[in-house]
């Protein structure tokens, strides 16, 4: 039970010029040589909890947001934000396999990765191990293949990958910096909302995303437009809002790691 003696505390707070000078503060503590001297004010949090409002402006509140996760989650299109979905970019988890400056490296990397690891599709079928031995099982040859979570959970259910010529994409690498990208849904560890965005070449004519710099990045805000598929980093944990979001057929089937 609550003491019912306790009251709320009383906050009070004194500020001098924020461009005031070293020699100009201690001046000040000199004048006032006690707290009881010092011009005190009384603090009123808002309602928000924010406690210093001196010079905020609430006009922010009004704004239209950009996107949120209420809007996203919503089954219609009547969400007041401007955008409806985003994601973040591509996180493949194996760059050195998936990523290339050279169309003809990449598809031999892949085509390698693709080799061994429909291989170990075939003998997990065959051994019918159990699924939580699937970290022994698999073979961890650097230079034949990558292993990653949602590699080792595709292998556990028994699918296979075919190499398909268009699935290389332009992928926008780093800021400024564009390489080839093999993009696919079990090669991929997350592609978040691109294969609704950026799903076949050519919209890369048609569609733009512009990704923001995201909570906890640890540079200034900014922004980039692009019409690539970014990598998950630049900027850091970036958002993605897209002009066009499109939707799967009907008669399309999901792919893993949508």
Known sequence: MPNSTERKARIHYARV??????????????????????????????????????????????FLPIGSKKAKAAARDDATTIFKNYGRGVATTRDAWAYNFGRGELEENIRRTIQTYNEHVYKWAQQKPERSDVDSFVSNDDTRISWSEGLKNSLARGLTIEYQEDHIRHSLYRPFTTSFLYFDGILNERRYQFPAILPVAKLE??????????????????????????????????????????????????????
């Open 17 to 62: 010029d924020e461009f005031w000078h070293k020699e100009q503060k201690y001046a000040y503590l000199e004048e006032k040589q006690h707290v009881g001297n010092v011009e005190w004010h009384e603090l009123q949090p808002d309602a928000k909890g924010n406690w210093l409002t001196v010079g905020m402006q609430d006009e922010f509140d009004a």
């Open 205 to 258: 004519e048609e569609n733009l995303a512009i990704c923001l710099s995201g909570i906890g990045s640890n540079k200034p805000f900014h922004c980039l437009l692009v019409n690539l598929i970014p990598i998950l980093r630049p900027p850091r944990k970036n958002p993605v809002l897209s002009l066009l979001h499109l939707q799967r057929r009907r008669h399309e089937p999901p792919r893993e790691h949508y």
